[in-house]
């Protein structure tokens, strides 16, 4: 399996796993919402048993946000050995020839004599 094929399935999993943590975030009720169920709004809750819905589903966007961040991980390491690769693909460097002015003439000879008012430093 290649780091590209990794790095798809991870990304999709990221996306996926967003979504999920989203949703799961916005099905939670605040805390002040137990006022309601005591006026008969808290009939839904007998679907995940007696004790609520709270519980497991505060479970459950507890593993969906380590999943999360395991996958972000994953991801950046990834991105990390993809680099790793790019820079020893055999790129040829250049490098600048050696100059050596010892006898020849400048390109643009030092001025001589400029008249200016702005001091030397």
């Known amino acids: 399996m ?8 991870l990304l ?6 967003a979504l999920a943590l989203a949703a799961l975030v916005l099905l939670q009720q605040g805390k002040g919402a137990d006022v309601g169920a005591a006026f008969g709004s808290g009939s839904a809750n007998t679907v995940f048993g007696s004790a609520g819905s709270a519980s497991f589903l505060t479970k459950l966007t507890a593993w969906l946000s380590i ?21 020893t ?5 250049v490098s600048a020839p050696a100059v050596d002015n010892s006898g020849e003439e400048q390109l ?3 001025p001589e004599g400029v008249d200016s008012d702005i001091p030397d430093l």
Do not use: W
């Not at 999709?12 to 796993?17: M, T």
């Not at 693909?89 to 460097?93: C, F, H, M, S, T």
């Open 2 to 9: 290649t780091m590209s094929t990794i790095e798809t399935i």
């Open 12 to 17: 999709v999993l990221l996306v996926a796993d």
């Open 67 to 87: 999943g999360f961040f395991l996958i972000a991980f994953g991801l950046a390491y990834t991105a990390k050995e993809r680099a790793a690769a790019q820079s």
């Open 89 to 93: 693909l055999g790129i040829p460097q």
């Open 108 to 110: 643009t000879p030092e």
